[in-house]
């Protein structure tokens, strides 16, 4: 095997691995990153940063342009009962997940990321590895697909909603698999400076502001939901988009709920979806990953990786409690048709749960 080595393999080329990368980097390590997609890549995703996303990317010196948004709004299937809280701290911005990753990538080049292009399909035992390995100061290796490894002192797990890293190193638990996300771009203008989220009896439907001229539409709802018959339960969303041109096709991930043992392995951290995820229903994925890249490379970098499971507990406490009420609440009809009304007589608290997440 080869012993090319870094003090972190990142596993994973998305925006988490990337920030990983970038953090480690900051933080005075040398960092592989191990990606098989050429970018820029793209994925599912409803592209809201929250006001916390656009903060922590400043802090990694990622400064990207979007379309603002304010707030969020949820709406009733007819549309005529909403609830809108505007953020009490900064604005968000919806922003193409390709231009999302092309400006990591290019921080990432910046600050002396070597990537290494590959999938990883394993992660063999490398203390047991005697000599050159040990030699080399590797600790753990992985595999890739060509037949070639990579090692290093620590393994950053950034491989997403179906982590390779995460099954591999015994700390997957499996998924509810219950919910899918799709989503699609439409050329118009966005009608509104929030974040717009439709509710239906079987799914929800978040409209993101993208530019002056496209907004984004992401689904949420069972395995095998056709965009086109999801947006028809969405009568005043499938209004507003009736004759606009679709910018490109459906793509679909999940299912969303990956459950986990730890974030934490024999020489290997969780980070971003591969650390387990709840829901996409409150738009956290990015911000949450964000922290968690942070407070990952922070615990290795003082030499105390053992924090770093409380740490992870912490940084997303707030968002796995709230997303997992709101998903588990709206699986009752009733709950879920007296979401928009309830939230519209409460609106301090429909504002609190808002501020929360978006900080
Ligand atoms: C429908 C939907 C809407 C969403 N809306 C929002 C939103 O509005 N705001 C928000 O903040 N979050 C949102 N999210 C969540 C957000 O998209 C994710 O949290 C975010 O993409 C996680 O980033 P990541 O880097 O951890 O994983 P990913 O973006 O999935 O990246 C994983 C990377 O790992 C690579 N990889 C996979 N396997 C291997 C392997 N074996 N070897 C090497 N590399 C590998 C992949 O090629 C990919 O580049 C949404 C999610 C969905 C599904």
């Not at 015994?170 to 929030?194: E, N, Q, Y």
Request: with cysteine.
């Amino acid at each position: 095997m080869s012993s090319t080595r870094a003090d972190l393999i990142v596993v994973g080329g998305g925006p988490i691995g990337l920030a990983t990368a970038i953090e480690g980097r900051r933080a005075g390590l040398s960092v592989l990153l191990v990606e098989p997609r050429i970018g820029p890549v793209d994925k599912a995703c409803g592209e809201g940063l929250m006001p916390g996303t656009v903060a922590a990317l400043q802090r990694l010196g990622v400064h990207i342009k979007g379309a603002p948004f304010r707030g969020i709004r949820y709406v009733a299937p007819n549309g005529d009962r909403t609830v809108t809280h505007r953020f009490s701290t900064d604005v968000g911005l919806g922003v193409r997940r390709t231009e999302l990753h092309a400006a990591l990538a290019a921080r990432a080049a910046e600050v002396g990321v070597l990537s290494h292009r590959g999938r990883v399909v394993g992660i063999p035992t490398a203390r047991s590895a005697a000599g050159a390995n040990a030699r080399a100061g590797i600790e753990v290796m992985v595999e890739l697909d060509d037949g070639s490894a990579v090692g290093g002192n620590w393994v950053l797990g950034c491989d997403g909603l179906h982590s390779i890293v995460r099954r591999e190193s015994g700390l997957a638990l499996g998924s509810d698999g219950r919910r899918f996300g799709i989503r699609r771009h439409a050329a118009l203008a966005p009608w509104t400076d929030v974040v717009e989220v439709h509710w239906s009896a079987k799914g929800e439907a978040y409209v993101t502001p993208i530019s002056d001229t496209e907004v984004g539409i992401a689904v949420l709802g069972p395995r095998g939901w056709p965009f086109d018959e999801a947006l028809a339960t969405f009568p005043a969303l499938a209004r507003r988009l009736s004759g606009a041109r679709w910018t490109t096709p459906a793509r679909g991930a999940g299912p969303l709920r990956q459950k986990v043992a730890s974030p934490i392995g024999d020489r290997v951290l969780l980070v971003g979806d591969a650390a387990g995820y709840v829901d996409a229903l409150t738009g956290e994925g990015l911000r949450i990953g964000l922290a968690c890249a942070h407070e990952a490379v922070r615990c290795v970098a003082a030499g105390r990786p053992q924090d770093y499971p409380r740490r992870w507990r912490s940084v997303t406490r707030e968002y796995r409690w709230l997303t997992s009420g709101l998903v588990t609440t709206t699986r009752v009809p009733i709950a879920r048709r007296l979401l928009v009304p309830t939230a519209a007589r409460l609106p301090r608290i429909f504002g609190a749960a808002v501020d929360a997440l978006a900080r």
